[in-house]
């Protein structure tokens, strides 16, 4: 994760892009920069704010959610290999048996 003070560089950067845009394309690209450094920042201030202990309840959370989350996506999109989407759902399903190890075993010890 990058630093606040690295973002807030990047956002003056991007500001200066908005600024000097001279078609729609390159303010829209510039806007969705901004966007992204946005919540990028939101989510460093999210984590430096939070402490450890939170902030390892965020990352397993994120985790989870990705391997909850659906990938059925996958199999339609153009340029994936073969098998790709059942790799990312065996990828999914370790990952889903690590933490229920995991979480197990942090609750009884």
Wanted: proline share 1%.
């Amino acid at each position: 994760m990058r630093t606040i003070s690295e973002i807030e560089e990047d956002i003056c950067v991007a500001k200066l892009k908005v600024d000097k845009a001279r078609t729609s394309a390159e303010l829209t690209g510039a806007i969705n920069e901004l966007s992204h450094l946005n919540f990028e920042l939101s989510r460093a201030e999210q984590f430096k704010s939070s402490g450890k202990e939170n902030a390892e309840h965020m990352a397993l959370d994120e985790i989870r959610r990705w391997a909850n989350g659906s990938h059925a996506h996958l199999s339609q999109m153009p340029g994936y290999a073969r098998g790709y989407k059942d790799g990312i759902a065996q990828a999914k399903e370790i990952v889903s048996g690590i933490l229920e190890r995991y979480l197990g075993e942090n609750e009884q010890g």
